[in-house]
């Protein structure tokens, strides 16, 4: 008897294939497998850190070194983990479907690692930092970064490229996500909580202009209901039956 999962995964296969534009949103648990900690589940970021606390411009300007430890810890933690079967589903999709487009919420850097290009990434990258003299941008992947990376042109104090909480999104960035959105005919969210404005409502909009919207996670969520599709269990085991 095939359950409510393997019926699920079967209605998502028949249209990724039939699909004219897939757009795939993921968020934290597409890295779980991976051993990377999501930020509500158990040993998640959010009870051993007050991330809202940590990831804002104010905790940086009160206190630089201590926004630095955090994501210094994090990119420890990061640094020898792979990518896991979602992510390298995901990447094979890409090669498959000609009109695909992975946004992610996450800044682990493991969609690219898997092979995923193109990779429209919100919320940026905790690989890469960024100047907070000069702007200037730049993929630094030493493990531990020094507690006040400084900028190798001006001198200045660098930053973590990533998006914090009150702060905007790159414009450029999310006019590209909304593109892909409002065009594509299926869009796949994957791992969030749909806590996380504005990538929480992404799946809302496509739904608005007519897409079918597929929720993979293993805990229903606030959109659970609204979507069409929803499969529960692991992306690491659901994703790769897709193709
Ligand atoms: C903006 C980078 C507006 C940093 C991140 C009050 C005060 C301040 C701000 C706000 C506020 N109220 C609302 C806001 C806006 C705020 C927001 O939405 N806050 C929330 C908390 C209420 N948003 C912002 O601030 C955004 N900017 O709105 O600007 C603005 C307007 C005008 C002028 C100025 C500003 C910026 C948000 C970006 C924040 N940066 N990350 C860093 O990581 O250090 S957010 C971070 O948290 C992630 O990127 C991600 O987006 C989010 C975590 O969510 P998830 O990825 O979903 O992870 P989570 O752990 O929650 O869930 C994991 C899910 O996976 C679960 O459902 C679980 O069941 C599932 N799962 C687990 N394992 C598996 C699995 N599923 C499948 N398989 C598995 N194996
Ligand atoms: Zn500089």
Not at 69 to 90: C, D, I, K, T, V
Not at 159 to 172: A, I
Request: aromatic residues 8%; negative net charge.
């Amino acid at each position: 008897m095939t359950n409510k999962t393997d019926e699920g995964i079967s209605e998502l296969r028949e249209k990724l294939w039939q699909a004219r534009q897939v757009v795939v949103l993921t968020g934290a648990g597409i890295s779980a497998e991976s051993g990377v900690p999501t930020f509500r589940g158990e040993g998640g970021l959010w009870k051993r850190y007050s991330v809202m606390e940590l990831a804002t411009p104010e905790a940086f300007s009160r206190d630089p070194k201590l926004v630095w430890e955090f994501y210094n810890w994090r990119r420890e933690l990061l640094a020898p983990l792979s990518p896991n079967p979602g992510h390298y589903a995901l990447a094979e999709m890409q090669r498959r479907i000609p009109r695909f487009t992975l946004v992610t919420q996450n800044i682990d850097g493991l969609h690219r690692k898997a092979g995923s290009t193109d990779v429209i990434e919100l919320h940026g990258n905790i690989w890469w930092v960024r100047c907070t003299g000069c702007g200037k941008l730049m993929e630094d992947l030493r493990v531990p970064l020094p507690e006040m990376p400084e900028c190798p042109t001006c001198g200045a104090l660098l930053r973590p490229n990533v998006v914090w909480f009150g702060e905007m999104l790159d414009p450029q960035v999310l006019n590209a996500a909304y593109e892909a959105i409002s065009n594509c005919d299926l869009m796949i969210v994957a791992g969030t909580s749909g806590t996380v404005q504005p990538a929480a409502s992404m799946g809302v909009q496509a739904k608005r202009s007519g897409a079918t919207v597929a929720e993979v996670n293993l805990e229903p969520t606030p959109y659970t209901d609204t979507y069409q599709i929803s499969i529960s269990g692991k992306s690491g085991e659901i994703l790769p039956r897709l193709l």
